[in-house]
């Protein structure tokens, strides 16, 4: 029934297209007349395998991936967006913003729900620091291609204070064993730990 629900909305939406529909990662890959520019993923496959597999499976073959979930919370999404998915949506979301989610994702960007987003901020795994909310805001930022001055406007601090929280952001993630020294490992950081979430 969720595959001829989802099938049936997403035909609503005139500029996607759907090239197949399967019931496991592995007939996915078998069946797929041409790769699609989005896998939308079920978080819980009916064969019981492993999201986060599932997830690294098509990253690793090079897909977008777009988890979807019926579970309300979002604690599954942290692993799904570490193993490379760019997106994680909880099934309650209408189809505009399930549809808007493809297209983010179709383009490379990030599309997490507020869910997902809560879930990271209440995180207290092993190599999750905690950031406040203006090293998290100066840090998505410059990762996301700013200059140090323009991430300083954005965040609405001087240059040297966005400096001291970019620098106060790399102390945490390498005491949390995930030494980041440069703006790709920043970069790398916001998409594994999924700090960009998606609009309500």
Same mark, same amino acid.
């Given at each position: 029934?969720?595959?001829?629900?989802? @099938?049936?909305? #997403?035909?609503?939406?005139?500029?996607?297209?759907? *090239?197949?529909?399967?019931?496991?990662?592995?007939?996915?890959?078998?069946?797929?007349?041409?790769?699609?520019?989005?896998?939308?993923?079920?978080?819980?496959?009916?064969?019981?395998?492993?999201? *986060?597999?599932?997830?690294?499976? #098509?990253? +690793? &073959?090079?897909?977008?991936?777009?988890?979807?979930? *019926?579970?309300?919370?979002?604690?599954?999404?942290? +692993?799904?967006?570490?193993?490379?998915?760019?997106?994680? #949506?909880?099934?309650?979301?209408?189809?505009?913003?399930?549809? &808007?989610?493809?297209?983010?994702?179709? @383009?490379?960007?990030? !599309?997490?729900?507020?869910?997902?987003?809560?879930?990271?901020?209440?995180?207290?795994?092993?190599?999750?620091?905690?950031?406040?909310?203006?090293?998290?805001?100066?840090?998505?930022?410059?990762?996301?291609?700013? @200059?140090?001055?323009?991430?300083?406007?954005?965040?609405?601090?001087?240059?040297?204070? !966005?400096?001291?929280?970019? &620098?106060?952001? =790399? !102390? =945490?993630?390498?005491?949390?064993?995930?030494?980041?020294? @440069?703006?790709? &490992?920043?970069?790398?950081?916001?998409?594994?730990?999924?700090?960009?979430?998606?609009? !309500?």
């Amino acid at each position: 029934m969720l595959l001829d629900g989802m @099938t049936a909305w #997403l035909c609503d939406a005139p500029d996607l297209r759907i *090239v197949a529909s399967a019931t496991t990662v592995a007939e996915l890959l078998a069946i797929e007349p041409e790769p699609a520019e989005v896998v939308v993923l079920d978080l819980l496959l009916a064969d019981g395998s492993e999201p *986060v597999a599932n997830v690294r499976r #098509l990253c +690793d &073959d090079g897909r977008r991936v777009l988890v979807v979930s *019926v579970i309300p919370q979002a604690r599954h999404g942290i +692993d799904i967006a570490r193993a490379g998915a760019l997106g994680y #949506l909880t099934k309650d979301h209408r189809l505009p913003v399930l549809a &808007d989610a493809i297209r983010e994702v179709a @383009t490379g960007r990030h !599309a997490h729900s507020p869910e997902l987003a809560f879930a990271w901020s209440t995180d207290d795994g092993p190599g999750s620091p905690r950031l406040s909310g203006q090293e998290r805001a100066v840090l998505v930022a410059y990762a996301s291609g700013l @200059t140090l001055a323009a991430t300083a406007r954005k965040a609405g601090v001087s240059p040297a204070t !966005a400096r001291q929280y970019l &620098d106060r952001v =790399k !102390a =945490k993630y390498g005491d949390a064993g995930r030494p980041t020294y @440069t703006k790709l &490992d920043l970069a790398d950081r916001v998409r594994e730990d999924g700090l960009v979430r998606y609009p !309500a």
